[in-house]
C-alpha cells in the first residue's frame, strides 16, 4: 500500500510538471525600472533593458556601475516628474563602454534594440523627451554672492542631494567613455530646461571622453565652474548651444566636433565666474560645421570669461565671427603642428 501511494504520488508530480513546467528558479526579468535614490552600489548589465522612471539619484557613498553595450531609456514626464540621472556629490557614475559596445542613454520612445538589430527611428528632429544626466561635485564655482555652493536650478532646493560646489579641485564623480546621450532636454523646473550632460563643480579626478550628445533641446553640454577635463566630443544638432560654459569653469575641453543646425544658437558660449575667483578655461583643437546654419554663431564670450582657444576651425557656418564681447582676456591662438585626435565613427551622428 505504501509503494503504490508513492508512485500516485510521482506520477501525480511529473503531471503537474507537465502542465505548469518545471524550473530551477523563476526567470528573471531582463526589463528593469529603476526609481528614486539608488540605496547601494549597483551594476547594470548589458544583457538586461534600464527604464528611468522620474528622478534617479546616485547618493553620497554610492556607485552606480554601467557595463559596455547597457542601453538605458526615459520615461516620457514633464517637471516635476522629469526621468533623469542625477549623480550626487560623492557619488560616483562609473559608465565605461568601448567603440564597439557603447552606452546609449536615449528615451522610452526610441525603438532602438540593439540585441535584434533594430536601429532607432528617431531622428536629430526628435528633442526634449527627458531629462539628461546631472553630475555634482565637489569642486569649486565662482558664484555671485561669494558662497562655495548652490543647488542646481530645476532640482529640488530642499534635498542636499541637488547641490554642487566647494574646494576639492581634484574631485572625482567616476568615469565615462563611450556614452551617447540622446534625445534630451526637456523642461525640468522654473527657469531651467535640461541638458544633454550637465556638469556642475565637477572635479579633475572625473574621468570624460569619447562623449556624444545627440539632438538636446537645449545645451549639448554645459559646465557650471569645475576643473574637470573633457577629451573627444561631439555634441549634433543642439537646440541652444553645443558647449556651454559658466560660474569659472577652470578645466579643458579638447578634441571636439560640433555639428550645428537650423534651430542651434552658439556652437560656444562661455561666461565667466561671478565671483572673485574666475577661473580660465581651455578649448583646444576643435572642429565646427555649421551645416549651413543661418541663425548660429561660432561663439558668444562675455566680459567676465578669462580662458584660451586654441586650433578653433569653423566651417559651413552663415556668421563666422561672433562676439568676444571686446574681451582681451581670452586667447585665440593657432598651433598648425598640433592637429585634433577625433574618434566619432562609433556614434550615433555619424549615421545620419
Same mark, same amino acid.
Given at each position: ?165 566647494? =574646494?576639492? %579641485?581634484? +574631485? #572625482?564623480? !567616476? ?13 525640468? &523646473? $522654473? ?93 583646444? =583643437?576643435? %572642429?565646427? +560645421? #555649421?551645416? !549651413? ?13 578669462? &580662458? $584660451? ?44
Amino acid at each position: 500500500m505504501r509503494q503504490h501511494n508513492l508512485t500516485k504520488k510521482i506520477l501525480g508530480a511529473l503531471v503537474f510538471c507537465g502542465f505548469i513546467g518545471c524550473q530551477d528558479a523563476p526567470k528573471e526579468d531582463t526589463i528593469l525600472v529603476v526609481q528614486g535614490e539608488i540605496q547601494a552600489d549597483t551594476t547594470w548589465s548589458a544583457d538586461k533593458s534600464y527604464i528611468l522612471d522620474q528622478q534617479v539619484t546616485v547618493p553620497a557613498g554610492v556607485t552606480l556601475t554601467i557595463e559596455p553595450g547597457t542601453v538605458i531609456k526615459a520615461n516620457a514626464g514633464e517637471a516635476p516628474t522629469v526621468s533623469m540621472l542625477v549623480i550626487a556629490r560623492g557619488g560616483k557614475l562609473m559608465a565605461k563602454g568601448t567603440a564597439e559596445q557603447p552606452i546609449i542613454f536615449t528615451s522610452i520612445n526610441d525603438n532602438l534594440d540593439k540585441e535584434n538589430d533594430i536601429a532607432s527611428a528617431l531622428s536629430q528632429e526628435d528633442v526634449g523627451l527627458w531629462g539628461g544626466i546631472i553630475i555634482l561635485g565637489n569642486a569649486p564655482v565662482s558664484l555671485a554672492n561669494g558662497d562655495e555652493e548652490t543647488f542646481y536650478v530645476g532640482l529640488d532646493p530642499n534635498d542636499k542631494s541637488s547641490y554642487y560646489g566647494g =574646494n576639492k %579641485t581634484d +574631485d #572625482g564623480s !567616476g568615469e565615462l567613455e563611450y556614452v551617447s546621450i540622446r534625445h534630451g532636454g526637456i523642461f525640468i &523646473g $522654473t527657469g531651467s530646461e535640461s541638458n544633454g550632460l550637465t556638469l556642475c563643480g565637477v572635479g579633475s579626478g572625473t574621468t570624460i571622453n569619447h562623449i556624444e550628445i545627440f539632438a538636446n533641446q537645449d545645451d549639448g553640454v554645459e559646465l557650471f565652474g569645475g576643473s574637470v577635463n573633457v577629451d573627444n566630443l561631439i555634441v549634433h544638432a543642439s537646440g541652444d548651444d553645443a558647449i556651454d560654459i559658466d560660474e569659472g569653469y577652470t578645466g579643458t575641453i579638447s578634441n571636439f566636433l560640433v555639428e550645428l543646425t537650423d534651430r542651434s544658437d552658439n556652437a560656444v558660449e562661455i561666461s565667466g565666474g561671478q565671483g572673485d575667483s574666475a577661473g580660465a578655461f581651455t578649448l583646444s =583643437n576643435g %572642429t565646427i +560645421d #555649421g551645416k !549651413g546654419a543661418e541663425n548660429s554663431n561660432i561663439y558668444s564670450i562675455d566680459e567676465k570669461a578669462e &580662458g $584660451t582657444l586654441t586650433n578653433i576651425v569653423a566651417t559651413n557656418l552663415e556668421d563666422a565671427s561672433g562676439s568676444l564681447a571686446s574681451n582681451d582676456k581670452v586667447k585665440v591662438e593657432t598651433n598648425d603642428n598640433k592637429k585634433a585626435s577625433l574618434d566619432f565613427n562609433w556614434t550615433r551622428a555619424k549615421q545620419q
